[in-house]
């Protein structure tokens, strides 16, 4: 399995536009995570998606903020309008989730994008 | 609220040395805890996982321990080479939860 693939692996944009990050998670799994890490914060879980439905986007920072899973191979993150301080490297992950619940729960990462917005 | 803290920050040692990092955190109530390596400018690798219940858990040079009670776990890697150079995360579950909290990582160098 080529892992979780994501797209681009760097990007570098002006405040104000708007940035789409993807990820392509690995094939039967159907859990999904975006994360972002900094200097100051670490890794930071934004949203999970349990079979492409978001389960908690508590830690999505703002309203410019939005994740979607349309199909269980595909998610997208989008920031709208991005700032300087959304400047980070943003992960996806994924995992399988039993059918009984119990979450077997070893995260595969992608590469991640380096967001930069000047 | 679970808080994760690894020490130290960075560590530079000779090759060959065994070392050892550590990982403590504030809520005992966890579902497991996970190692992870990150390499410069990539994601993160799974090294290993230990459930609750469990003590340790070994793969090759690496050998992870939890303890519970005391909210601690430490990653031994014995002979250390350079192409250890990483910096190692550890990630908690806790009880009940799908969410990983992750410390802020432990850089390690292994000088030739």
């Known amino acids: 399995d080529a892992g979780v693939i994501q797209s681009p692996r760097h990007e570098v944009t002006e405040m104000g536009q708007e940035v789409t990050l993807r990820c392509k998670p690995i094939s039967g799994h159907n859990s999904l995570f975006w994360y972002r890490q900094t200097m100051m914060r670490g890794l930071e879980l934004l949203i999970y998606f349990n079979n492409n439905v978001p389960i908690d986007d508590s830690g999505m920072p703002e309203d410019r903020f939005s994740a979607k899973m349309p199909n269980a191979s595909f998610s997208t993150l989008k920031i709208q309008p991005s700032e300087p301080r959304d400047s980070a490297v943003y992960f996806c992950?994924?995992?399988?989730?039993?059918?009984?619940?119990?979450?077997?729960?070893?995260?595969?990462f992608g590469a991640g994008t380096r967001l930069s917005v000047l | 609220k679970q808080e994760v803290t690894q020490i130290p920050a960075a560590l530079s040692v000779p090759e060959g040395e065994n070392l050892v990092l550590n990982c403590s955190f504030t809520?005992?109530?966890?579902?497991?805890l996970q190692w992870f390596r990150q390499d410069p400018g990539k994601g993160l690798t799974s090294l290993l996982l230990?459930?609750?219940?469990?003590r340790e858990q070994t793969s090759g040079r690496l050998n992870a321990s939890l303890d519970k009670s005391s909210g601690r776990s430490t990653l031994y890697i014995a002979a250390s080479q350079p192409g250890d150079s990483a910096t190692y995360l550890c990630?908690?579950?806790?009880?009940?939860?799908?969410?990983?909290?992750f410390g802020s990582g432990t850089r390690l160098l292994v000088r030739p």
């Open positions: 992950a994924s995992s399988h989730r039993s059918l009984q619940g119990r979450n077997i729960n070893i995260q595969y």
């Open positions: 230990i459930q609750s219940s469990q």
């Open positions: 990630a908690v579950r806790p009880d009940s939860s799908y969410k990983l909290i």
């Open positions: 809520d005992s109530a966890i579902y497991n």
